[in-house]
């Protein structure tokens, strides 16, 4: 198959080989768990369950509010212990609204709803299932999967993309995952393809996945899926490039995939649609990544949704020596964190403690305009440009150069020679435009709250002058014909 011509990435050292050898683990039952309420993208999930209450595994215990917003299912049987806040993880660790349950060490499921047949179902049946399995996307966006499938296929997608490029250094989940669960994977991306109706199904995987190709293309063979070996290169993985790369199309900018006709969903997330389309589980578990120069044993383990991330790091056989920073996800596009008392969510896909030689803290110097940036810039934007209007608080500048298109690979600061950490700049500017835009969605609710108001207040004036016109109305009618009676009594007496 004709691959097309990426712009700019980078080729970062990918490290790995620490992890990629060795089998899926299953991490040992935890004995509490501890599972936010906002593990996707959109609306927090509303609890269903009080202290006290016991759960079986599998069981709906937070509801998806909205149509963007995703269902949390208990990971294993247990009582609910707490509600409450408890740190996210996220760099800031706040606290955030999380179920924390008590393993009872039984593990015991709840009755789940298995599809003999799971092609006979309709699309729109799919689609249920994989939204009460509250699935989102594994890849890292965790936007919720049934609303993109629903969204994909009133939009006439005709091509679905599965993206197994992983191309993140340490990370081999994806990797693992493909090896040791390709006939799931495969029966998995059929469901999602018969959900959008596609007539073209390709799965990119980058060529330093050998192994995972050849299972792959064993479990696909006879089946209308089409497994594409792609280059490895960073970000080859993101979903603008891995379109671009296999169908030479590119999104508009501000548009979606489905714009062009095309649905991307990574191939952990195929797993647990087949999983929960065939065998109604919910999606309480995932692969993760454990490694990083620091880690005595690298490993891929499947971890419970709300496992506290020490324990994966124990399962790992602890520091070979201690780290100089922690990071969940990738080291491009991951969150650096302190507290391992996280717990792993939905879209953790990798917890990595990292050496000093490993981050390369080099202190930044002025930019000397050598446009190194913008050669690597996968998106075509001018990261240098960008950045001197953020520091200058010009925001729409920095929008009218193409910030809203920046996926913030990470691409731009790691060429960059004077080590100015120009990802930063956009992630702050965004989260700036987000609260601009927040607020002015507030200051247009109030207005319109004020101008109902005035508006009731007016009508009620203008009810009671109505009224009492009425009132006025009906007292001189009254009058009128008293004194009509009146005089036509006298003029009878007379």
């Known amino acids: 198959?004709?691959?097309?011509?990426?712009r700019g990435g980078v080729h970062p050292e990918g490290r790995k080989d620490l992890s990629a050898g060795r089998h899926i683990r299953v991490l040992p039952l935890p004995k509490k768990l501890f599972v936010p309420l906002q593990q996707h993208i959109g609306a927090p999930a509303t609890p269903l369950v009080n202290v006290g209450d016991k759960v079986?595994?599998?069981?709906?215990?937070?509801?998806?509010?909205?149509?963007?917003?995703?269902?949390?299912?208990?990971?294993?049987?247990?009582?609910?212990?707490?509600?409450?806040?408890?740190?996210?993880?996220?760099?800031?660790?706040?606290?955030?609204?999380?179920?924390?349950?008590?393993?009872?060490?039984?593990?015991?499921?709840?009755?789940?709803?298995?599809?003999?047949?799971?092609?006979?179902?309709?699309?729109?049946?799919?689609?249920?299932?994989?939204?009460?399995?509250?699935?989102?996307?594994?890849?890292?966006?965790?936007?919720?999967?049934?609303?993109?499938l629903n969204l994909s296929r009133n939009s006439g997608v005709h091509t679905?993309?599965?993206?197994?490029?992983?191309?993140?250094?340490?990370?081999?989940?994806?990797?693992?995952?493909?090896?040791?669960?390709?006939?799931?994977?495969?029966?998995?991306?059929?469901?999602?393809?018969?959900?959008?109706?596609?007539?073209?199904?390709?799965?990119?995987i980058e060529d330093n996945k050998p192994d995972a190709i050849a299972a792959m293309q064993a479990a696909a063979e006879g089946t209308p899926v089409k497994v594409v070996v792609m280059p490895s290169m960073y970000p080859m993985g993101s979903e603008k490039q891995i379109i671009?790369?296999?169908?030479?199309?590119?999104?508009?900018?501000?548009?979606?995939?489905?714009?062009i006709g095309v649905l991307v969903h990574n191939v952990a997330t195929a797993y647990a649609v087949q999983?929960?389309?065939?065998?109604?589980?919910?999606?309480?578990?995932?692969?993760?990544?454990?490694?990083?120069?620091?880690?005595?044993?690298?490993?891929?383990?499947?971890?419970?949704?709300?496992?506290?991330?020490?324990?994966?790091?124990?399962?790992?056989?602890?520091?070979?020596?201690?780290?100089?920073?922690?990071v969940l996800g990738g080291p491009m596009m991951g969150q650096q964190f302190t507290h391992t008392g996280v717990p792993v969510v939905k879209g953790t896909s990798g917890?990595?403690?990292?050496?000093?030689?490993?981050?390369?803290?080099?202190?930044?110097?002025?930019?000397?305009?050598?446009?190194?940036?913008?050669?690597a810039c996968p998106i075509g934007l001018v990261p240098l440009e960008m950045a001197a209007h953020i520091?200058?608080?010009?925001?729409?500048?920095?929008?009218?150069?193409g910030l809203k298109d920046c996926i913030a690979?990470?691409?731009?600061?790691?060429?960059?020679?004077?080590?100015?950490?120009?990802?930063?700049?956009?992630?702050?500017?965004?989260?700036?435009?987000?609260?601009?835009?927040?607020?002015?969605?507030?200051?247009?609710?109030?207005?319109?709250?004020a101008e109902a108001r005035n508006e009731r207040l007016a009508r009620i004036e203008r009810e009671r002058a109505e009224a009492a016109a009425r009132r006025k109305a009906a007292r001189e009618a009254k009058e009128r014909a008293k004194q009509e009676a009146a005089a036509k009594a006298a003029e009878e007496a007379a």
């Open 391 to 401: 520091r200058v608080s010009d925001l729409s500048g920095a929008v009218d150069l």
């Open 56 to 148: 079986l595994k599998g069981q709906l215990i937070a509801l998806a509010q909205g149509a963007v917003s995703s269902s949390i299912h208990a990971p294993t049987s247990g009582v609910i212990a707490a509600l409450g806040d408890f740190p996210a993880p996220h760099p800031s660790g706040l606290p955030v609204p999380t179920i924390t349950i008590e393993s009872d060490g039984e593990d015991k499921w709840i009755a789940r709803d298995e599809a003999y047949d799971p092609f006979a179902l309709t699309p729109e049946d799919i689609a249920a299932r994989v939204g009460a399995a509250g699935i989102v996307g594994l890849g890292g966006a965790t936007f919720p999967a049934a609303l993109k």
């Open 1 to 6: 198959m004709k691959l097309f011509e990426l």
């Open 244 to 259: 671009q790369v296999l169908t030479g199309k590119e999104i508009p900018a501000g548009g979606r995939p489905a714009d």
């Open 351 to 375: 917890v990595l403690a990292l050496m000093q030689d490993e981050i390369g803290q080099a202190e930044p110097s002025p930019c000397i305009r050598c446009s190194t940036c913008v050669r």
């Open 275 to 326: 999983q929960a389309v065939c065998y109604g589980k919910p999606l309480i578990s995932r692969i993760v990544t454990v490694s990083g120069g620091a880690i005595m044993t690298p490993c891929n383990v499947e971890a419970l949704i709300g496992t506290p991330v020490q324990e994966l790091i124990d399962f790992a056989d602890g520091y070979e020596q201690p780290a100089a920073r922690l």
């Open 409 to 449: 690979c990470g691409s731009c600061s790691y060429v960059c020679p004077a080590h100015i950490p120009l990802v930063h700049y956009f992630n702050y500017a965004k989260g700036d435009l987000a609260a601009q835009e927040r607020t002015k969605l507030k200051q247009e609710a109030t207005r319109k709250l």
């Open 160 to 204: 679905l993309i599965m993206n197994g490029g992983e191309c993140e250094p340490y990370l081999t989940c994806d990797d693992r995952i493909m090896r040791e669960r390709a006939g799931q994977i495969v029966e998995g991306i059929r469901l999602i393809a018969h959900a959008v109706a596609a007539k073209e199904i390709l799965v990119g």
